[in-house]
């Protein structure tokens, strides 16, 4: 059982920045991507950051150049994602995201919420 741990979730005011960090337990070889996902009251969970094993990166359009989603690697992987110039509406909970060749693991979110 692969269980991802993440932190560095809170509350903040608009325009301020927050980093989240999530364990992925295991070599990075063991994973085809990872991520970080949200899902906001009454929406569905959308994507907001991916990085590759080679390093490329994927981002969300509507925060392209506010985030950045990074790692640092080892016997475990430290994934993190850096949130700056924060907006009401990236008030979600974010979910930690690892795909493996045979499934998809997920930790258990951390609230994130942006409000003055």
């Known amino acids: 059982q692969v269980q991802l741990v993440e932190s560095g979730g809170g509350l903040v005011q608009p325009g301020e920045s927050l980093k989240l960090s999530c364990t992925v337990p295991?070599?990075?070889?063991?994973?085809?991507?990872m991520g970080w996902y949200r899902q906001a009251p009454g929406k569905q969970r959308e994507m907001v950051a991916m990085i590759f094993p080679t390093g490329p990166t994927n981002y969300a359009d509507g925060v392209s150049g506010r985030f950045t989603i990074d790692r640092d690697i080892g016997m475990n992987t430290q994934l993190y994602l850096s949130m700056n110039s924060l907006k009401p509406e990236d008030t979600a909970v974010y979910y930690c995201?690892?795909?493996?060749?045979?499934?998809?693991?997920w930790g258990q979110g951390t609230q994130v919420t942006v409000s003055s």
């Open positions: 295991g070599s990075i070889s063991r994973y085809n991507a």
């Open positions: 995201y690892a795909r493996g060749d045979d499934s998809d693991y």
